[in-house]
T-cell receptor, first 115, second 115 residues
Framework: NAGVTQTPKFQVLKTGQSMTLQCAQDMNHNSMYWYRQDPGMGLRLIYYSASEGTTDKGEVPNGYNVSRLNKREFSLRLESAAPSQTSVYFC??????????????FGPGTRLTVL | GENVEQHPSTLSVQEGDSAVIKCTYSDSASNYFPWYKQELGKGPQLIIDIRSNVGEKKDQRIAVTLNKTAKHFSLHITETQPEDSAVYFCAAIGMIYNQGGKLIFGQGTELSVKP
């Protein structure tokens, strides 16, 4: 069981470039999330997918798009990167369902720098 | 929407002492309060959680208390050890969807345990 995996681990972009962050989980979880972590601001939700086929905005969705490719995979795309998107990005998943007090399992993160 | 405030931002204790981290939340409908520990270079990991129908929960050296009237909850770590050094995040979940819920995180507390 690999849990939640993210690629790449590190990335440097120039302003205006695009890229996709990949996330996959092998725990048969229904719900998946993308967060960004900035110093002094905790983790902020960018987008989430409550179940396969659905996506919704979180607290800070501007400048991002997502795709729930299948039950396992949830990607985050930056169409035109900006320096304000320099951050550490975490993907997470949870079983979801009606008893939604479920632990979120986090990936190891992607450290992104936009110059 | 929900807002979670966490204090202090940094905390330094001697090995063997206790550490207390406090959080307040704004949404009186919030009913689930997890705590996550993040070690350097890794994703956050759940260490303990509490639901709104419980006032206190313990797991070995870790305890969490919840005061719903005052809308605050706290993490207590007793007999601290150097391996407790990490960043700790509190969180609250307000709306429970059919499949998964959204966590709102506090800003994080960097705990340093000095041998």
């Amino acid at each position: 069981n690999a849990g939640v995996t993210q690629t790449p681990k590190f990335q440097v972009l120039k302003t205006g470039q695009s890229m996709t962050l990949q996330c996959a989980q092998d725990m048969n979880h229904n719900s998946m999330y993308w967060y960004r972590q900035d110093p002094g601001m905790g983790l902020r939700l960018i987008y989430y997918s409550a179940s396969e086929g659905t996506t919704d905005k979180g607290e800070v969705p501007n400048g991002y798009n997502v795709s729930r490719l299948n039950k396992r995979e949830f990607s985050l795309r930056l169409e035109s990167a900006a320096p304000s998107q320099t951050s550490v990005y975490f993907c997470a998943s949870t079983r979801g369902g009606l008893a939604a007090y479920n632990e979120q399992f986090f990936g190891p993160g992607t450290r992104l720098t936009v110059l | 929407g929900e807002n979670v405030e966490q204090h202090p931002s940094t905390l330094s204790v001697q090995e063997g002492d206790s550490a207390v981290i406090k959080c307040t939340y704004s949404d009186s409908a919030s009913n689930y309060f997890p705590w996550y520990k993040q070690e350097l270079g890794k994703g956050p990991q759940l260490i303990i959680d509490i639901r709104s129908n419980v006032g206190e929960k313990k797991d070995q050296r870790i305890a969490v208390t919840l005061n719903k009237t005052a809308k605050h909850f706290s993490l207590h770590i007793t007999e601290t050890q150097p391996e407790d050094s990490a960043v700790y995040f509190c969180a609250a979940i307000g709306m429970i969807y059919n499949q998964g819920g959204k966590l709102i995180f506090g800003q994080g507390t960097e705990l340093s345990v000095k041998p």
